[in-house]
């Protein structure tokens, strides 16, 4: 298997402008999650999904966050208007329910607003 | 809320040394996690620890699970340089509802060996 695939790897856009980021997650699973790192605020849930529905948004930061899983294969997080201090590394994963289940993390997308 | 703290943040050991990272958190929690992250990389999975008394090892690194003290650790045996790497524990809460699988992330200790 592939594993989490994100992209854009790097995205550098100007503040306002819209920022879309996008997941694959592992093929059987059935929960996905957005995580933000920043060096102040370290790892940080944003939203998670099981079986494409949101179950806990409560940390998206404000209104111009968004998130959507379409399908089983495919979640976007939006930002829009984007700002500079959203400037951080996205990450999202996926895990199968089960006993010893883990989530398994993309490689990222950094994301840089100017 | 769930709080998840790690000490140290900042380890600096020489080779062959041994050490161990501890990670404490608040409340009763169905599993642990150990992750390492190196620089600009993504996270990878170390370790689930699932019950009390849980002891997994990988190479130089083992890792322990105290539910009753809510306390996990990480011990490194004769370090060497490509362990070198931030580590992270990770707490989910509520393994049978609707938050399984969310992580809570302690602030990552940052671990570099030297010669």
């Known amino acids: 298997d592939a594993g989490v695939i994100q992209s854009p790897r790097h995205e550098v856009t100007e503040m306002g402008q819209e920022v879309t980021l996008r997941c694959k997650p592992i093929s059987g699973h059935n929960s996905l999650f957005w ?11 944003l939203i998670y999904f099981n079986n494409n529905v949101p179950i806990d948004d409560s940390g998206m930061p404000e209104d111009r966050f968004s998130a959507k899983m379409p399908n089983a294969s495919f979640s976007t997080l939006k930002i829009q208007p984007s700002e500079p201090r959203d400037s951080a590394v996205y990450f999202c994963a996926s895990s199968r329910r089960g006993v010893n ?3 398994f993390f993309g490689q990222g997308t ?5 | 809320e769930l709080k998840v703290e790690q000490n140290p ?12 990272i501890y990670c404490n958190y608040s409340t009763t929690s169905d599993r ?6 190196d620089p ?15 002891v997994k090892q990988e ?14 650790t ?16 990770a707490v989910t809460l509520n393994a049978g509802g609707t938050s399984y699988g969310k992580l809570t992330f302690g602030q990552g200790t940052i671990l570099t060996v030297h010669p």
Request: aromatic share 10%.
């Open chain 1, 35 to 45: 995580y933000r790192q920043t060096m102040m605020r370290g790892l940080e849930l």
């Open chain 1, 101 to 103: 289940t883990e989530a």
């Open chain 1, 110 to 114: 950094r994301l840089t607003v100017v």
């Open chain 2, 9 to 20: 943040l900042f380890l600096s050991m020489q080779e062959g040394k041994n050490y161990t």
């Open chain 2, 32 to 37: 642990l996690y150990w992750y390492r992250q």
């Open chain 2, 40 to 54: 600009g990389k993504s996270l990878e999975s170390l370790f689930v620890l699932l019950s009390n008394g849980a």
């Open chain 2, 59 to 72: 190479g130089r690194l083992m890792a322990s699970l105290d539910t009753k003290a809510r306390l996990s």
């Open chain 2, 74 to 89: 990480l011990h490194i045996t004769a370090a060497v340089h490509d362990l070198s790497a931030t580590y992270f524990c």
